[in-house]
């Protein structure tokens, strides 16, 4: 089950590589050691960037080191026979001591088998992800003496060096099948069936004036309503040839070399293709453009993202090194500069500047200065008749959206952690009990203080039709709401719906392990929705939680997400969810007083629905 949203990201050609910096080293040493503190001699500590990994050994005080490690994002990853790895996932802005602690390891099990259910001899594992901490590129650090993981002629894959209680986000590649991405296993004892289907070849060559390049990084991106990701990817051989498989689909295809520039990405349509699909690549001679980002006090300012795009697409991203310095390395000399500053901080001009570098290969820019993000202040009035409230405060137009409770008296303050893209911004002050609302447009550039009357509102309860991606719930409206069944329970004692009857049932269908912004923009309204009826005898928030997470797996997930609303874990093999037919998650379905589905598309009218439901007879 993944989550679904609808996401206009641009393709960032170079993210996916790794952030380029000007070119400055660093040195990255730390201590290996065990769960009491004591090192660990003769570890193997392997460090990977660019697809490229080498290794140190630990010495007997359980140090390692590396030199010359460029600032680009790195994977940092120990292993010993007999211990679980333990690792680092950072982008590197300077010399850095990380350790990292060897626990028991545990073992997972997974059957690999095609569409035909048959065993897939020699499958590996191509990367994994360690309790969303670090990632590990088991199939780059094997050249460097990594365990080679891979299904035996039973299709049987064994992962014995992982964290006790732990999971991991899984990719399998094998030559005769496309990619296999798993987005959740947990570290136990049961054994875990994952398909690998053919999907479709395609091939091509990589060059730059009709040369070969060798070590180029070619990469496959899915692009739909989930938004957009890197699907797979291929390094070329010494005469620049590259080939992947993929399942049938539209993708974009680019190429990236720390040598060029990479060129726009190009659209593949592997849909119902015999033959196989050719996508040759040309890198572009690079244009150089440099500048510096400063801290409103004149200091460099480290950390800051800045990219070069035009039109749609991006073609360098870099993040600024410690002396505020970044390089970007381009194969267009026309574009828009973005500066994207750090928490708390906001460019003293437009965060998009124009460039023309015309013939100019190299070019330095002037310095952009920062500047503290504003404070929006303001407060609401309400209407004679009305008693002041806590309201319910949102934007309505942010990609990362802010969710928060006013003031008894309605007074609020909107601080921000990021710079937005616009600087005139639209958010929405609701009352919990009554159809009163107002919505209010702020400067970034003079934000003063506001303040509004609350005003009355028709609510939008039309039945809407189901969205593309998204559980089609039609068949459950205006029925008895299916029963749900939990293993156990948290934040509450054991409950039904049947027990229920008589309040408005927030219900949502998650898992923890989804961090989709879709995911965590869900779990912060239902946190809002809690805390605004908690005094309030006729609404409860319940949630259930996928079934393959264990109960102390849950327990992190409700702490992470500060949730105090009753949460069970769904009975296996999915009761709740079936019940429901949920195949995507987050899905929040709406329930009456007399145990009615009323309501599963809530987007952007869920409070308004929930108090209409509280009204209705």
Known sequence: MTPTRT?????????????????????????????????IENASVF??????????????????????????????????????VDGHTLLPQGDVELNMTLLAPDAITVRVINNNFLPVPGARVTAMTVNDRFLVSAEDLHEAGFPLLRSDDNGILEIPMLPEKGFIKLTLGHHRYADSNVAYLP?????????????????????????????????????????????????????????????????LITAWH???????????????????????????????????????????????????????????????NAQGEYRLQIGEPEGLLRI????????????????????????????????????????????????????????LDLPFPVHDITREDGAFEIRFSYQPDQSALTFRLEHPLRFLRRDFTINLEEPGEVEMLLEPFDPDLRRRPPELGRNNMEALLGEDAPAIQ???????????LEEQ??????????????????????????????????????????????ASSEADEIEDYLAD?????????????????????????????????????????VEGRFLELVKALRRRP
């Open 7 to 39: 996401d206009v990201t641009l393709l960032v050609a170079l993210i996916v590589f790794g952030l380029a910096l000007p070119a400055v080293s660093v040195t990255v040493r730390g201590s290996v050691v065990d769960a009491q503190g004591a090192p």
């Open 47 to 84: 460090l990977a960037q660019d697809r490229q990994a080498r290794a140190s050994v630990t010495n007997e005080a359980g140090r390692y080191r590396f030199d010359d490690v460029a600032i680009r994002m790195m994977e940092l990853t120990a292993y010993k026979d007999g211990y679980a």
């Open 187 to 251: 570290v136990d004892e049961r054994q875990n069936d994952i398909i690998l289907y053919e999907g479709t070849r395609l091939r091509g060559r990589v060059t730059v004036k009709a040369q070969p390049i060798a070590d180029a990084r070619v990469s496959l991106f899915q692009v739909g309503v989930g938004g957009q990701r890197r699907f797979a990817e291929a390094v070329t051989d010494p005469e620049g040839y590259y080939h992947l498989r993929a399942p049938e689909d539209t993708y």
């Open 258 to 320: 720390p040598d060029y520039a990479a060129p726009a990405p190009v659209s593949m349509d592997m849909r119902n293709r015999d033959e196989t699909a050719v996508a040759n690549l040309e890198l572009l001679p690079p244009y150089i453009l440099r500048g510096s980002i400063m801290l409103p006090d004149g200091e460099p300012c480290p950390g800051a993202r800045v990219m070069f795009r035009r039109d749609t697409t991006i073609f360098d991203d870099a993040i600024t």
């Open 340 to 395: 994207v500053p750090p928490p708390g901080y906001m460019t003293e001009i437009l965060a998009d500047i124009p460039v023309d570098l015309g013939d100019v290969r190299d070019m330095h820019l002037d310095p952009v200065r920062l500047k503290a993000l504003p404070v929006i202040r303001g407060r609401a009035r309400f209407p004679a008749d009305t008693s002041p409230s806590r309201l319910y405060l949102r934007s």
């Open 486 to 496: 939990c293993s156990d329970w948290f934040n509450t004692h054991p409950t039904t």
């Open 501 to 546: 009857r008589g309040k408005v049932v927030v219900l949502t269908f998650w898992g923890g392990f989804d961090d989709s912004l879709f995911a965590q923009n869900r779990m912060t309204e239902l946190r809002v929705m809690h805390e605004l009826f908690r005094d309030q005898d006729d609404v409860i928030v319940i949630g259930v939680h996928d």
């Open 561 to 601: 997400y500060n949730i105090s609303f009753a949460v069970g874990k769904d009975d296996d093999p999915f009761v709740s969810f079936d019940n429901y037919g949920i195949n995507f998650i987050p899905q929040t379905v709406l329930i009456d007083k007399q145990g009615i589905v009323r309501y599963a598309q």
